[in-house]
C-alpha cells in the first residue's frame, strides 16, 4: 500500500470515528451506582466518572458538538480558498485587489480576540459552537485564499486557462479538473483540514476555560459535555490526586485522533 | 504603476484606523442586535433598573453618542467602571496591570522563535528537524496550558499566586505559547523557506563573487517578507495569549477578555479588545514603518560602489 492510500484509509477512518460518534452520542449521560471512578477494564471501554457515567458517553457527546460546526468551517475554508485560486486565473485584478484588502483588514486582528467578541455579541438563542466555526473559517480563509491564489500564478494563472482553451478544452473541464483538481487540491484540502481541526481545539479550549471558572460554555448545551469536561477530570487528577487518569488518558487520545485526522487528510491529498 | 510608498503607507493607515475601528464596529453591532442594548447587555431578569444603568453607562442616547462618549474617555485613558467581572472597579486600573503581563508574555515567548528562526535560517538547524517540531507544533495550547497549570499548582501548592510563581507562570505560557500550536515549527519552515528561495536568487551570487558576503545583500530584500512573518506570529501569539492567560491565570489582556465575554462584562471586553486593537496597529505601524525604510535603503544602494572612481 502506498503512502496516500495509507493516508487516506486513515484519514476516512478518523473521520468514519467522528460521524459515528457524532450520530450514535447519547441524549443524556446517566449514572451507574457502583461504577464511580471505574476503570477501563471495569466499565469499557474508557472507564467512568466519579458519577459512574461511562467516559464512552462524554467522547460521543463532545463529537457530536465538534463534527458539524468543524466540517462546515472545513468546507467553508475549502470555498473560499477555491475561489481565490479561480480568480487569480481567471485574470480579474480588480477582485484579487478586493479579496487582498479582505485579507489584510481580517488579518490586522488576533483571531481569538474576534472569536471572543462574536461569543459577548451572539444573541443567547444562536449561541453554539456553528457560529464561532463560520467566523473562525473567515479569519482563517486569507491565508489559504493567499496559497490557492500564489499557486495558481505559479501555473500561469490566465494563461495557463488560454493555453488549455487553445487545445480544445472546455471552461469547466479546465477551472473544475485541470486547475481546482490536479493543481490546487492539496493546498484547498490542507487548509480546510487544518482548520476543520483548529475549529475542534477552539470548542476543546473554550470549554475547559468555562469549566475552570465553573461557567456554562457557549459552544454547546449544559446538558452535553464536551471533550474538554476528560481533560478537567484529568487536570484535577493530577493536581487533586483524583483516580481519572484514565480520562485525561481518554480526552488525549481525542485531541491525538483529531491531530492524525488532519494530518492524514493532507498527507492523502498530497500532490504526486 | 504600482507605488513603491502606497502598501506600507496603507499599511499605517490602517494602524492608525485600527484603535477606533475596533470599538465602533463593537458598539454598532450591539444597537445592530435585535432588541434594547441595555438589556441585551445587562438583561432585566439578571440586573434591576435596567433604564438607571442604560443612563450610567450612556446607553440611551443612541450608538454614535455611547461611541464617542466612550473614545473621548478612553483617550484621556478613563475606560470607565468593571460593569460585572470586578464590578466597580476601574478598568484603566486593569488595563494597567495586564498589559505589562501580556507584552511580556508575547516578548518571551518571541525568544525562542527568533533564536531557532535564526538558526534555521543560518543553516544550523538541520530540516530533518522538521517532522519533530511539526509533531510538537500538533498538540493544542490548551493542553500544554494544563500540563503548566498541573505544575505550577504541584509546585507552589497554596503560594501559586505570590511573585515567584507568576514569574514562572510568565515563562511557562512563553514556553507553550513558542511551541504550541505550530508555532515554533512554522517560524523554522517559513524563515528558512524565505532565505533558501533568495539564496538562489543571481545577484546573491554576483555579490559574494565580489566579496560581499550573503546576509548583507539578502537581508534588506528580505526584510519586509521577515516583518510581515514576525506580524503574522506575534499575532498568533496574541491570538494564543488569550487561553494560556486564562489557564495560568495570568492578570492579562487575554484573561480579562476571557472573563468579560464569560460574564457580559460589555465594558471591559470593549476596553480590552481596543488594547488588544492598539498592540495589532503597533505591529501593523512598524512593518509599515520598515518596509518604506527599506524601501529607502534599497534605493541608495549600492553605497560603496563607484563606478567612476573605479574606472
Known amino acids: ?272 | 504603476m504600482k507605488q513603491w510608498w502606497l502598501q506600507p503607507m496603507v499599511r499605517i493607515g490602517v494602524a492608525l484606523a485600527l484603535p477606533l475601528a475596533v470599538p465602533l464596529i463593537i458598539t454598532y453591532l450591539i444597537w445592530a442586535l435585535p432588541g434594547d442594548p441595555a438589556s441585551i447587555i445587562c438583561p432585566p431578569e439578571l440586573c434591576g433598573g435596567t433604564e438607571e444603568l442604560a443612563k450610567r453607562w450612556n446607553l440611551d442616547g443612541g450608538p454614535y453618542q455611547f461611541y464617542t462618549a466612550w473614545m473621548a474617555n478612553a483617550v484621556t485613558g478613563e475606560f470607565g467602571n468593571s460593569w460585572r467581572v470586578l464590578q466597580g472597579v476601574p478598568i484603566a486600573g486593569l488595563l494597567g496591570t495586564a498589559l505589562p503581563n501580556t507584552v511580556m508574555l508575547i516578548l518571551l515567548s518571541l525568544v525562542p522563535l527568533v533564536v531557532f528562526s535564526a538558526a534555521s535560517s543560518a543553516g544550523w538547524l538541520s530540516p530533518r528537524l522538521d517532522p519533530l517540531f511539526q509533531t510538537i507544533g500538533l498538540v493544542p495550547a490548551v493542553v500544554y496550558g494544563l500540563v503548566a497549570a498541573a505544575v505550577i499548582q504541584l509546585t507552589f501548592g497554596a503560594d501559586a499566586f505570590t511573585e515567584d510563581a507568576l514569574r514562572i507562570r510568565l515563562l511557562l505560557g512563553a514556553l507553550v505559547l513558542g511551541v504550541a500550536d505550530g508555532a515554533l515549527a512554522g517560524a523554522v519552515t517559513g524563515t528558512r523557506s524565505l532565505f533558501d528561495a533568495e539564496r538562489k536568487q543571481r545577484y546573491v551570487g554576483v555579490a559574494i563573487l565580489r566579496g560581499e558576503t550573503e546576509l548583507s545583500n539578502t537581508l534588506p530584500n528580505l526584510a519586509s517578507a521577515l516583518a510581515g512573518q514576525l506580524r503574522a506570529r506575534t499575532l498568533h501569539l496574541l491570538s494564543g495569549a488569550v487561553i494560556i492567560e486564562a489557564v495560568l491565570q495570568i492578570d492579562g489582556l487575554g484573561d480579562f477578555l476571557w472573563r468579560g465575554t464569560l460574564k457580559q462584562d460589555f465594558g471591559l471586553v470593549l476596553a480590552t479588545a481596543t488594547g488588544f486593537a492598539v498592540v495589532s496597529a503597533a505591529l501593523l505601524a512598524f512593518q509599515g514603518l520598515l518596509e518604506i525604510f527599506v524601501a529607502l535603503h534599497v534605493r541608495r544602494s549600492p553605497a560603496q560602489v563607484s563606478i567612476e572612481e573605479a574606472a
Open chain 1, 1 to 272: 500500500m502506498n503512502k496516500r492510500r495509507l493516508a487516506l484509509t486513515i484519514a476516512l477512518t478518523c473521520v468514519g470515528l467522528l460521524l459515528l460518534g457524532s450520530f450514535t452520542a447519547p441524549e443524556r449521560l446517566s449514572p451507574v451506582s457502583g461504577a464511580e471512578y471505574a476503570l477501563p477494564m471495569e466499565a469499557p471501554p474508557f472507564g467512568a466518572d466519579a458519577r459512574g457515567r461511562s467516559l464512552l458517553g462524554y467522547a460521543l457527546q463532545g463529537a457530536q458538538i465538534v463534527a458539524g460546526p468543524a466540517f462546515l468551517a472545513a468546507v467553508l475554508v475549502g470555498l473560499l480558498a477555491t475561489l481565490g485560486g479561480l480568480l487569480r486565473c481567471a485574470g480579474s485584478e480588480r477582485l484579487v485587489t478586493i479579496v487582498n484588502g479582505f485579507r489584510e483588514v481580517v488579518g490586522a486582528l488576533p483571531r481569538m480576540v474576534v472569536i471572543l467578541v462574536v461569543a459577548l455579541l451572539t444573541p443567547p438563542e444562536w449561541r453554539g459552537l456553528g457560529v464561532l466555526a463560520v467566523f473562525w473559517a473567515i479569519l482563517a480563509a486569507p491565508g489559504a485564499i493567499d496559497e490557492a491564489s500564489a499557486v495558481a500564478s505559479r501555473i500561469g494563472g490566465a494563461n495557463f486557462v488560454e493555453a488549455l482553451r487553445a487545445h480544445g478544452f472546455t471552461r469547466p473541464r479546465i477551472y473544475l479538473y485541470h486547475i481546482v483538481a490536479l493543481n490546487l487540491r492539496p493546498v484547498i484540502v490542507r487548509h480546510a483540514s487544518e482548520t476543520l481541526m483548529q475549529v475542534v481545539f477552539l470548542e476543546v479550549a473554550l470549554s475547559y476555560l468555562a469549566l475552570a471558572s465553573d461557567e456554562p460554555s457557549f459552544t454547546h448545551l449544559e446538558s452535553f459535555h464536551s471533550w474538554a469536561d476528560l481533560l478537567y477530570m484529568g487536570y484535577t487528577s493530577l493536581i487533586l490526586d483524583v483516580p481519572t487518569m484514565h480520562a485525561l488518558l481518554l480526552g488525549l487520545g481525542l485531541v491525538g485522533v483529531t491531530a492524525v485526522l488532519s494530518v492524514s487528510v493532507t498527507a492523502s491529498a498530497r500532490a504526486r
